[in-house]
């Protein structure tokens, strides 16, 4: 890379979407140009498409645009009926959008740990989530398991604990959309699976935009009349009370030309991903992937125990280096839920972790002279 200059303090990107940009090149502006033309901009043909290629490449045989993601899972739970004196169990630790659905519907909320080594809901916490919704004199009706920074929730864990209690499973694979659990793709556990194709997001749109992945025929007709305002046989019949929760063609073309090179960034991301940890799991706690797993790395999140996270992240920052914080504090210890249940008067992992969890930049497109800068930027803040 002869011509390349990147002088060391140049401001690294956290998420490089003009890079994806450049690389499709007049893909997008086609696609959005198509549209114009033909005037059809809600719902329509390159909807239909989107729906039917997304299907395709993680193998839910239905799916339902919406949206955003929230509204993917606040469509399911509306579905299926869940109200007050239902209890649906979350992870304490995870964007809001999963625990506050539950709280739109009236429902009561029951917070669960997670895993240390994967971030996502620990199988003995949902447990003891059950058995508090219970002593509480809720009907414990499902549980929302979260796809953390990419990489798939324990579905062989977690499903049988729901069968047994007569509870669905949601997955929300807004973060973990193409990762792989046991040989098969996040989409295809469960009732349902909702996702996000917010920009940042693994597969993102250049707007709002969600699904709704399910297996069941009948769920998938409900879900359409709800994005409907509750359609029925025609347009003026209202069968149910719906909302408007659509997808534009717009987003859809765009999607659908981004799906087309998802598969190719999930690998770059997972080089990108193994770098890191070879640079770096001698000097800070770098992310594991259990076995059968593959991520789609929404997030490279490393934990900083014991050092001061804010002194940490400024040294970065000085060197022109990015980070985030997923998530500065858990749900439970939010002002918005802090009167709904958890399964343990404590949720000691969720708690620690939101203490000292930076996440770092991460894309397809990150080159690795750009990686190596973060790796040695990241060596350095964590020697002092
Ligand atoms: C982003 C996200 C959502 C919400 O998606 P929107 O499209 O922003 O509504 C839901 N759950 C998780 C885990 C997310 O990361």
Excluded at 42 to 49: A, W
Excluded at 107 to 127: R, Y
Excluded at 146 to 158: E, K, S, T
Excluded at 239 to 266: M, Y
């Amino acid at each position: 890379m002869l011509n390349k200059v990147t002088a060391p303090t140049a401001e690294i990107a956290f998420i490089d979407l003009q890079a994806q940009r450049r690389r499709l090149g007049s893909r997008i502006d086609d696609a959005i140009g198509r549209v114009l033309g033909h005037g059809q901009f809600i719902l329509g043909r390159e909807v239909e498409t989107a729906e039917a290629e997304l299907g395709a490449f993680c193998g839910a045989p239905n799916v339902v645009s919406c949206a955003n993601g929230t509204d993917a899972l606040l469509l399911v739970l509306m579905a299926k009926g869940v109200g007050p004196g239902d209890a649906v169990i979350c992870p304490a630790f995870t964007f809001a959008a999963p625990a506050e659905v539950i709280a739109l519907r009236g429902a009561s909320i029951v917070f669960a740990d997670i895993v240390e080594a994967t971030f996502n809901l620990d199988p003995e916490s949902l447990k003891k989530a059950i058995a508090v919704a219970k002593a509480n004199g809720l009907r414990p009706r499902a549980a929302i398991a979260v796809d953390l920074y990419g990489q798939p929730a324990d579905y062989d864990a977690i499903e049988p604990i729901l069968r047994d209690e007569g509870m669905f499973l949601v997955g929300d694979t807004a973060q973990g959309f193409g990762a792989t659990y046991m040989g098969r793709k996040t989409g295809t556990f469960g009732l349902a699976t909702s996702t996000s194709f917010f920009p940042a997001k693994p597969l993102g749109c250049y707007g709002d935009g969600g699904a709704i992945f399910t297996a069941d025929a009948e769920l998938d007709a409900v879900l359409r009349s709800i994005r409907m305002h509750g359609q029925g046989t025609d347009r003026y019949e209202h069968a149910r009370i719906g909302f408007n929760s659509r997808l534009d063609a717009l987003q859809a073309a765009i999607l659908v030309e981004k799906l087309a090179i998802f598969g190719e960034e999930i690998e770059a991301r997972n080089r990108v991903a193994e770098r890191y940890a070879n640079g770096l799991r001698d000097v800070v706690g770098v992310p594991e992937v259990a076995d059968g797993c593959v991520s789609v790395w929404a997030q490279y999140t490393i934990r900083v125990t014991g050092r001061n996270r804010d002194v940490f992240r400024a040294a970065l920052s000085a060197e022109g280096i990015p980070t985030a914080v997923h998530y500065p504090r858990a749900l439970h210890r939010q002002t918005a839920f802090k009167d709904q249940l958890t399964a343990e008067p404590a949720l000691r992992v969720a708690e620690a972790v939101a203490e000292d969890v930076v996440s770092l930049p991460m894309h397809a497109y990150l080159d690795e002279e750009t990686q190596d800068r973060i790796i040695d930027g990241v060596r350095r803040a964590a020697r002092n």
